[in-house]
């Protein structure tokens, strides 16, 4: 970085970067994934099963809780919106 007086420029070489651009970098939330899953599928999703579902491809750590409360299984075609839904959004491939 450069200060010339009160002007300052950030000078940044990017000639070497042989990576990716994707203009969205932030991780969607619960929110947007279940808007959009409503928006394709026309159907609702809960939280629960997109956790479970982000547990199951390894993008959230199990607690490994053995006195964890019942939670109900995801149904295959809510597994399948959801999968499609983090494969939009770019979080697995």
Same mark, same amino acid.
């Given at each position: 970085m450069a200060v010339y007086g009160t002007w300052f420029a950030l000078v940044v070489n990017t000639d070497d970067y042989e990576g990716e651009f994707y203009p969205e970098t932030k991780v969607p939330?619960? &929110?947007?994934? *279940?808007?959009?899953?409503?928006?394709?599928?026309?159907?609702?999703?809960?939280?629960?099963?997109?956790? &479970?579902?982000? *547990?199951?491809y390894g993008l959230i750590a199990d607690s490994g809780d053995t006195e964890r409360r019942y939670i109900q299984k995801v149904k295959p075609e809510k597994e399948a919106a959801i999968r499609e839904a983090l494969v939009w959004f770019g979080i697995i491939k």
């Open positions: 939330t619960y &929110q947007e994934i *279940r808007a959009w899953i409503k928006k394709k599928y026309g159907f609702n999703v809960n939280s629960a099963s997109i956790s &479970q579902t982000k *547990r199951k």
